[in-house]
């Protein structure tokens, strides 16, 4: 019986460790936290690869571009590489944690 469970829990955990926050596209950005305005921005692996915290608006302080109302993440540019990429909501976009993901994010060569 033993055996059998780690047979059966093997699989289900290679399942859920694939399953991507932003299928189809390189990053996601979780929503604004409220310590303070950002975003974090995460891989498909949910590993925070870059963010932003700071009491001013995010969409003002050079990583993140943001829409018209309604407001969303539109833009986002790498910190450490500069590389710009472009991000809108996905309705198969997942969570990171308990940090929901607002938009997924690509580079589409820019």
């Known amino acids: ?3 059998y469970l780690k047979t059966l829990a ?3 955990l ?3 460790s694939t399953l991507a926050i932003c299928p189809g596209f390189n990053y996601g950005i979780g ?3 409220s310590l303070g305005g950002g ?3 995460y891989d498909d692996s949910c590993n925070v690869v ?3 915290t700071t009491n001013n608006n995010p969409c003002n302080e050079g990583i993140f571009a943001c ?3 309604p407001i969303i993440f539109d833009e986002y540019t790498n910190s450490f590489t500069g590389l710009r990429y472009a991000c809108r909501t996905d309705p198969n ?3 990171c944690g308990s940090d929901v993901i607002s938009v997924c994010c690509r580079n589409d060569g820019n």
Do not use: A, E, R
């Open 93 to 95: 976009s997942g969570t």
């Open 50 to 52: 870059d963010g932003l």
């Open 67 to 69: 829409s018209p109302p």
């Open 14 to 16: 290679l399942v859920s």
């Open 31 to 33: 929503n604004v936290q």
């Open 39 to 41: 975003g974090t921005f």
């Open 1 to 3: 019986m033993q055996s």
């Open 10 to 12: 093997l699989p289900l």
